[in-house]
């Protein structure tokens, strides 16, 4: 089975697993078709994580994150008197990272792939070659983002530059085609050496950024040992930093695991407020401790000890909210729509791959490379470009997320494989941001703790708390209006988040060893299997 966040890119996947292909064949050919059929977040021009299990338990985490370039430093985002440039660190050349989704697809693909390289390759340049249909979703992301993509852009990209696109138009991506056939025939060379890197450094040198050829041969993506953690009878395997995903996914589920949640009910009172204590206090860590464990001592063990946890609720009170601003006054504007993407993959024996990739915000830095056809990422934006002061999704860092060359900034992608008594239990992420641990969090518990099916738990509404700002964000019918006021009373800012929290992925395993997809309808996902 697989879930990802479009229909096209969901039967390219199931076609390799028909053809015999393992999860993460199958894994490496969406992300290339989503980087053509769903360009607001799939890509080549960003990076990612990928979580797998084989059939016989074993673990691996693959980082592909973006890195901030060699010329990158501290303050590139800060005027003369040391304030943040609005809009620097988000849009145009200097938002973006070296790109790592490349590199990362070989590298998962030579430890685990079974079939040709090429034949993974090739169906996303069939989709952009000949074409393939919009969304009515798909034409009216393009249709807002006009405007960015005539302003921060040296040549114009004028496949995606229509006065109004509409449902069923035909979108072809003859560079992006050429550029995927690079990628086919040379592998990463294909990406990060020849015409691409050419094409690369040379709109990073119109548009006054910073990659460079040298960056690009540098960019290594890492395999790094997963996190795993054992909640109740679940053994759940997640990111490691510098995601803050698993750590603060493990954080949360813990703290919860010592209450009577599914007592209490589904988002009753008493359990929505606990949850959204545990948040606050759970991002207030990430604010502080995590960043790229290759430049910042990331005190893992720490965090995750189940003392420390416990100890980080007290002060909490079941009948009053905290108030966040007592720690770090200020409301940061309002955050951008976030935009990654998630797939999970079981194939037929029985191996997982959970897989998080993103440009960050919708569409990236909206910068596409100038005769090589696709966006590049603004994950600069997710460094602490000054300590206190919020990126797009108003998370706020300090030293552990400081900008330096080289280094990852820091993430919310949380690609996650839960084992229940030693078997596959469950393939899960999301996209949204910061949103997304909270909403990995939620559906995670609506299956183990309230009895939810995969696609209920998908489906169900969300509320989200990350300590600063200090409000829940909370979806239409998320809370019922009694439990909305009960909670307000409380004491908790309550905001409406319009257009969904999070967009997630999900499958099951069931008893009798079926597999249940959960695609979220909040967007076009689409779950394929046989
Ligand atoms: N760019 C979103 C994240 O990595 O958290």
């Keep these: 089975m697989v879930v990802t966040a479009h229909p096209l890119a969901s039967q390219v996947g199931e076609a390799v697993l028909r053809r015999g292909g393992n999860a993460v064949d199958a894994a490496v050919a969406v992300q290339f078709a989503l980087a053509v059929v769903y360009p607001d977040a799939g890509n080549i021009g960003g990076g990612g994580f990928l979580v797998l299990r084989q059939r016989d338990g074993t673990a691996a985490a693959l980082d592909y994150r973006e890195k901030a370039p060699a010329a990158a430093h501290r303050d590139m985002y800060l005027d003369p008197n040391k304030e943040v440039v609005e809009d620097l660190s988000r849009k145009g050349h200097l938002a973006a990272g070296v790109p790592g989704t490349v590199d990362g697809m070989v590298q998962a ?146 703290i919860a695991q010592h209450y009577p949640l599914p007592e209490w009910g589904w988002n009753s009172v008493p359990a929505a407020h606990l949850m959204i204590e545990a948040e606050r206090r759970v991002y207030a860590d990430r604010a502080r401790h995590l960043g790229d464990p290759d430049f910042y001592q990331v005190p893992v063990a720490g965090l995750l000890d189940t003392a420390y946890i416990r100890r980080r609720m007290h002060g909490y009170s079941p009948t009053r909210a905290t108030d966040s601003d007592d720690v770090y006054p200020g409301v940061p504007a309002p955050p951008e729509s976030p935009h990654t993407t998630h797939y999970s993959i079981v194939d037929a024996q029985g191996n997982a791959v959970s897989v998080t990739t993103t440009l960050n915000s919708n569409f990236g830095s909206k910068v596409f490379v100038g005769g090589a056809g696709f966006l590049l990422n603004n ?61 990995v969090y939620q559906i995670i518990q609506n299956v183990t703790r309230f009895g939810f099916t995969m696609q209920g738990a998908i489906s169900a509404g969300r509320f989200h708390h990350q300590w600063l700002p200090d409000w829940v964000l909370c979806e239409w019918g998320a809370l019922g209006p009694g439990t909305g006021l009960a909670l307000w009373l409380r004491g908790h800012k309550i905001a409406p988040k319009y257009g969904g929290i999070g967009r997630a992925a999900g499958i099951l395993v069931l008893p009798d060893g079926r597999l249940e997809g959960g695609a979220d309808p909040r967007g076009d996902d689409t779950a394929a299997g046989f």
């Design 109 to 254: 693909h030579q430890q685990y792939g079974s079939l040709p390289w090429p034949e993974l390759v090739q169906p996303a340049i069939d989709l952009a070659r000949r074409g393939f249909p919009l969304t009515q979703k798909e034409a009216r992301k393009l249709n807002r983002e006009r405007k960015d993509f005539l302003r921060y852009n040296t040549r114009q990209p004028t496949f995606f530059l229509k006065d109004h696109w509409r449902e069923g138009d035909t979108v072809r991506l003859a560079d992006l085609a050429r550029t995927l056939e690079r990628i086919r025939d040379k592998g990463r060379a294909g990406f990060y050496e020849g015409p691409t890197a050419d094409l690369l450094a040379a709109e990073m040198k119109r548009g006054g950024g910073l990659i460079t050829k040298a960056d690009l041969a540098a960019y290594r993506s890492v395999w790094r040992t997963p996190l795993t953690g054992t909640v109740g009878p679940y053994k759940v395997i997640s990111m490691p930093p510098p995601s803050s995903g698993g750590i603060a996914l493990l954080q949360l589920l813990t």
């Design 379 to 439: 994950e600069m934006d997710d460094f602490s470009v000054k300590p206190g002061y919020p990126n797009a999704f108003g998370l706020v860092g300090e030293e552990a997320n400081a900008i330096a060359p080289g280094k990852r900034m820091l993430s919310s992608m949380t690609p996650t494989i839960l084992e229940k008594d030693g078997k596959l239990f469950m393939v899960v992420g999301s996209m949204g941001g910061s949103t997304i641990i909270t909403t």
